[in-house]
């Protein structure tokens, strides 16, 4: 009784033990990466305490660091708390088996002076569509490095504000060595006909015999080292949690008046989550762009204007900071050209804006925002390295900096981000001289960097949709003719009837050789769009599939419906676009539509059709 499941793990790559611990602190610090109904965990306070004689002493504990804008500089109450609580716990338990309940690993070692290690975490959950969130839980983790154990020791506070126990609800990950590379996980709770569950907080044992179970058991033996920061790591989780619910409930209608064909969970809770705004205006860097009596400069997904982020809150005022979330790679005079291939293309950019805000004279700060999206990582330049008397020598660095980048001469520092400013800006400073050029003094100037062009407001749309239509419909029949004679028509077995018919599929050929049989004044016209040919096949998905580089004619009879259930918005702008368009098999195919027409989404004929219901967009007034 108690072992509620084991799996066995294979560490081929000498992982273990340290993986195991690895993948303890992220269940620890990120455990919403699991338990999809949290929204993430705030680390109190952690710290070793000595394990002697009924575990009484608790010499060393640490109040975790946290924003000092928050007030959370040292939380010297945290720490406190921690060892009162550690005391607590110890006489809530049972004296014998190492202070815990059978059949937990007990807390034990051959030296009576073995240390555990103690985390304070609050369990933080989401808010449901029926309310608000449920409250927060606190919850005492205790790892037994020695053993291999960590134990989960929910906490309530009982009547007079004191916190108990819950005993009902302990449990345990033990990591057991057997023998070569073999090694087992396992979850134990010594009272599992009395555990509770909330679906939240306290999931079920299943939930964690299965699900946490297999996902730790993974973790630890995955050496794969982030070469980003921690998520969140420069604020407060809980307060960020508290915020980002309360303006997701604010604005939660907007999902479902989204009037894009686009999934409005990612793009209305992405906003929300980065809480900032676009700029509207085109902006040219140079002094009549700055802005003296701002607080702060956001850069979200600001594309040309990212390096300049730093450049123009520097030179706005000393107490400007700034707040920038790279996205498409830029440099100061156009696309950036990567000069490293140790690192990714995204890690390289993300440095050089990094050096950016060093060059600029600020501490740079580096976080990894919870968003849906795989450009996250963001920098804040909240300090100055320099003092308001040094700002012209700054300046002046500045512009050397941004002459040198146009010239291709600046040194490229391979550093980490968390170093500070003057490990990487020096380097810079000294290879770029000491003295402007008289020449490029007056980049300084008004303009900063003379021919700087900003992305048109009207952007020329180039993926085949601004095409003329009958220059398409004409590349559509062309293909499709090719593909149709391409090889003898073959019988096709209709799955829906059992009978066999003769509707032609057509052969499949590969968009080379598609290409070679258009026109050269088709091709060329195609080669001046994103994706050329391929993009405008599969535009055309009534007509079109086109799979691992091959062009094949669509038979809608294969076609599956979608295992995941679409948003509500896309079930009814599906439901509006029935019939709205001609079939273009029933009128060009010379079999005609391999579907029946109550059976095609498309109209068979000019009678069967509907009149398109377009959704105007609503205007939100703030």
Not at 73 to 89: F, I, K, S
Not at 127 to 144: I, R
Not at 367 to 386: A, E, M, N, Q
Request: some cysteine.
């Amino acid at each position: 009784m108690g072992l509620v499941r084991t799996v066995g793990v294979r560490d081929g790559g000498a992982a273990l033990p340290r993986g195991f611990w690895t993948a303890v602190r992220v269940w620890l610090e990120k455990p919403q990466v699991a338990n999809r109904r949290l929204c993430g965990a705030a680390i109190e306070a952690e710290g070793t305490v000595a394990l002697g004689e009924g575990g009484e002493e608790s010499p060393s504990f640490a109040a975790v660091r946290g924003s000092e804008e928050q007030g959370e500089r040292v939380a010297p109450a945290g720490a406190a708390e921690l060892g009162r609580l550690w005391r607590e716990v110890c006489t809530q338990l049972s004296p014998g088996h190492g202070n815990l309940p059978s059949p937990l690993a007990p807390w034990a070692g051959p030296d009576p002076r073995a240390e555990l290690r103690a985390v304070l975490r609050t369990l933080l959950p989401r808010s449901s569509p029926a309310g608000p969130p449920a409250p927060p839980m606190k919850e005492l983790a205790v790892q037994d490095v020695y053993n291999g154990t960590v134990t989960f020791l929910p906490l309530e506070k009982n009547s007079e504000g004191k916190y108990e126990i819950k005993k009902c609800n302990i449990y345990q990950i033990q990591l057991v060595y057997r023998k070569d590379e073999e090694w087992s996980v396992s979850v134990v709770a010594p009272f599992p006909e009395d555990w509770f569950s909330d679906g939240i907080a306290y999931p079920k044992l299943a939930w964690l015999g299965n699900e946490l179970l297999s996902k730790v058991a993974k973790w630890s033996v995955e050496q794969k080292p982030s070469e980003f920061k921690s998520t969140l790591s420069l604020i407060s989780v809980a307060k960020y949690s508290k915020v980002y619910q309360d303006l997701k409930g604010k604005y939660k209608e907007m999902v479902k008046v989204w009037p894009e064909v686009t999934d409005p969970e990612k793009f209305v809770y992405e906003d929300v989550a980065i809480a900032t705004y676009l700029l509207e205006s085109a902006i040219v860097p140079g002094d009549t762009h700055l802005f003296p009596d701002t607080d702060w400069l956001i850069g979200n997904h600001s594309d040309e204007l990212t390096p300049w982020i730093p450049v123009i809150a520097a030179r706005s005022s000393y107490s400007c900071r700034y707040f920038v979330l790279p996205c498409c790679f830029f440099d100061f005079y156009g696309k950036y050209s990567r000069r490293q291939s140790k690192k990714t293309q995204y890690r390289e950019y993300l440095d050089f804006v990094a050096q950016v805000g060093f060059v600029c004279g600020f501490n740079v700060e580096e976080d990894c925002l919870r968003i849906p999206s795989t450009k996250r990582v963001s920098f804040i330049g909240k300090s100055r390295t320099y003092p308001p008397t040094e700002h012209a020598l700054i300046d002046k660095q500045i512009t050397l900096y941004i002459n040198n980048r146009q010239t291709c001469a600046v040194v490229v520092c391979d550093r980490k981000v968390a170093c500070n400013h003057k490990d990487h800006s020096d380097d810079v400073c000294k290879e770029a001289g000491s003295e402007l050029p008289k020449n490029e003094t007056e980049t300084a100037g008004s303009i900063w960097m003379p021919g700087f062009q900003p992305r048109e407001k009207v952007e020329q749309i180039r993926n085949c949709a601004s095409l003329p239509r009958d220059f398409v419909d004409d590349v559509v029949l062309s293909v499709a003719n090719l593909l149709l004679n391409a090889a003898p028509q073959k019988s096709c077995y209709d799955m829906n009837d059992g009978n066999t018919n003769t509707w032609n599929q057509g052969e499949s050929l590969s968009l080379k050789e598609v290409a070679e049989h258009l026109n050269k004044e088709a091709l060329k016209r195609l080669k001046s769009e994103y994706g050329g040919l391929q993009t405008l096949l599969k535009n055309n998905h009534q007509v079109f599939e086109v799979l691992n580089g091959r062009v094949h004619i669509r038979d809608w009879r294969k076609e599956k419906p979608s295992r995941k259930t679409k948003p509500e918005v896309k079930r009814r702008l599906s439901a509006e676009a029935f019939k709205t368009r001609l079939c273009w098999f029933f009128s060009h195919h010379p079999d005609g539509c391999s579907l029946p027409s109550e059976s095609c989404p498309y109209a068979h004929g000019t009678e069967e059709l509907r009149q398109s219901q377009k959704i105007k967009k609503k205007k939100h007034i703030q």
